[in-house]
């Protein structure tokens, strides 16, 4: 199977590059993919395009030119949705770990999406920092104080302007309840995938597994 690469440079932290990727879907006869390497300058994003080939000259000519095109739409795309991300608003979710367990909440409102689940947090207000907002939130959700740790996963674009990123978190003293939400769950990393998340929070049960484990 012919396979072609080319690499850019993407001016925006792996996360959001990543995130920008979730958006990307595949291309029929190709296959396109994408590794991305942090670096001190942005992410390098290394494009792969191969597709199936007759062995025919002509056909592999004709596959060459269709998949130089798809790399360099691929990276023009990316590059272009990573800067909109870049200065996107930010919701911000805590992946708070106990004894192994991730905690979660069940949603009581709006009606579309009451009985689903998701992590704690919500929306960086103007002037406070990811790491601030998710101190907040979980004081107003949960009714407790938090240690806001790395980013788990990728930035997780929700609108155009707007993205999920979720830290992970461990309590600073007292136990949690559901002061604006149907329920709180503890989550062991082999009850996750089979639970009713939210589509946003579904797209990082695999990270959220690693964490646990």
Excluded: N
């Excluded at 740790?149 to 990123?165: H, N, S, Y």
């Amino acid at each position: 199977m012919p396979e072609l690469r080319s690499s850019a440079l993407v001016e925006a932290p792996l996360p959001t590059v990543a995130g920008a990727l979730l958006e990307f879907t595949g291309d029929g006869r190709w296959t396109v993919s994408s590794d991305l390497v942090e670096t001190g300058a942005g992410t390098l994003a290394v494009h792969r395009v191969s597709w199936r080939s007759l062995g025919k000259p002509l056909d592999f000519t004709i596959g060459r030119w269709i998949a130089l095109r798809l790399l360099h739409r691929r990276s023009a795309a990316l590059a272009a949705r990573a800067a909109e991300l870049v200065d996107a608003r930010v919701v911000v979710g805590a992946a708070i770990v106990r004894d192994g367990k991730l905690l979660a909440q069940q949603r009581a409102y709006p009606e579309s999406h009451a009985g689903q689940w998701e992590l704690p947090g919500g929306r960086v207000e103007p002037g406070e920092t990811p790491a601030d907002a998710l101190v907040r939130e979980c004081l107003e959700e949960l009714g407790v104080a938090v240690v806001v740790g790395e980013q788990v996963g990728p930035d997780v674009p929700l609108k155009t302007d707007l993205l999920l990123r979720i830290f992970a978190a461990k309590l600073d003293g007292g136990e949690p309840e559901a002061l604006e939400h149907k329920a709180l769950r503890w989550l062991t990393a082999g009850e996750l995938v089979d639970l009713d998340w939210l589509p946003a929070d579904r797209l990082l049960v695999a990270d959220l597994e690693h964490l646990l484990r």
